[in-house]
């Protein structure tokens, strides 16, 4: 099983601010890595997938990068709706497909 | 529009049985594989069973295989999820899932949820 690391556990930030997330692969999994962000009491949303790709009608602040083992989301000016916890999530041929432990951007 | 909406959710005892459903609109439902997701109350994202298009391949996380079986009519445009042997660290909210593409294993499209409650 892929184990996907994510860090920090909690980012406390202010509005406007640039926050990065960050998701690490226990093997490698080329570019199968998808982000996605959950507000309270709502299901997930698909933000990033192919590592790079953003979703239908994402933000262009949402960004991702990384290929490997070693991945990166990026906010590049945090709006008060985006403080919410994100997760990654892998497919590469192996299963079980996985979810992180998830990475909370609070208001600071 | 794409549309999931989850239904039969509910409490059920240890060492019982539920199924749930996730009835599909606005889309093609037999042109895509399905999923489902589940989240424990105040815990993280949990992949759990996946079916292919046509139904003809399943798969499960090692915490519920033997115990859960996924299945699909794609002349209702229904997903399905039968639970036995349910236990307490099933209690979540099960969302039902489809990628944004077909033959992608990312979920763009989610319901609303259900929540099952395993508890004596």
């Known amino acids: 099983e892929i184990v996907l690391t994510q860090s920090p556990a909690t980012l406390s930030l202010s509005p406007g601010e640039r926050a990065t997330l960050s998701c690490r692969a226990s093997?490698?999994?080329?570019?199968?890595l998808g982000w996605y962000q959950q507000r309270p009491g709502q299901a997930p949303r698909l933000l990033i997938y192919?590592?790079?790709h953003r979703a239908t009608d994402i933000p262009a602040r949402f960004s991702g990068s990384g290929s490997g083992t070693d991945f990166t989301l990026t906010i590049s000016s945090l709006e008060p709706e985006d403080f919410a916890i994100y997760y990654c999530?892998?497919?590469?041929?192996?299963?079980?497909?996985?979810f992180g432990g998830g990475t909370k951007v609070e208001i600071k | 529009e794409v549309q999931l909406v989850e239904s039969g959710g509910g409490l059920v005892k240890p060492g019982g049985s539920l199924r749930i459903s996730c009835a599909a609109s606005?889309?093609?439902?037999?042109?895509?594989?399905m999923h489902w997701v589940r989240q424990a109350p105040g815990k993280g994202l949990e992949w759990v069973s996946s079916?292919?298009?046509?139904?003809?391949?399943?798969y499960y996380a090692d915490s519920v295989k033997g115990r859960f079986t996924i299945s699909r009519d794609n002349a209702k445009n229904s997903l399905y999820l039968q639970m036995d042997s349910l236990r307490g660290d099933d209690t979540a909210v099960y969302y039902c899932?489809?990628?944004?593409?077909?033959?992608?294993?990312?979920?763009?499209?989610w319901g609303q949820g259900t929540l099952v409650t395993v508890s004596s």
């Open positions: 999530q892998q497919r590469s041929s192996n299963w079980p497909l996985t």
């Open positions: 606005g889309f093609i439902f037999s042109s895509y594989n």
């Open positions: 079916i292919t298009s046509g139904g003809s391949h399943t």
């Open positions: 899932a489809r990628a944004p593409f077909s033959n992608y294993y990312f979920f763009a499209y």
């Open positions: 093997q490698s999994i080329s570019n199968q």
């Open positions: 192919d590592a790079s």
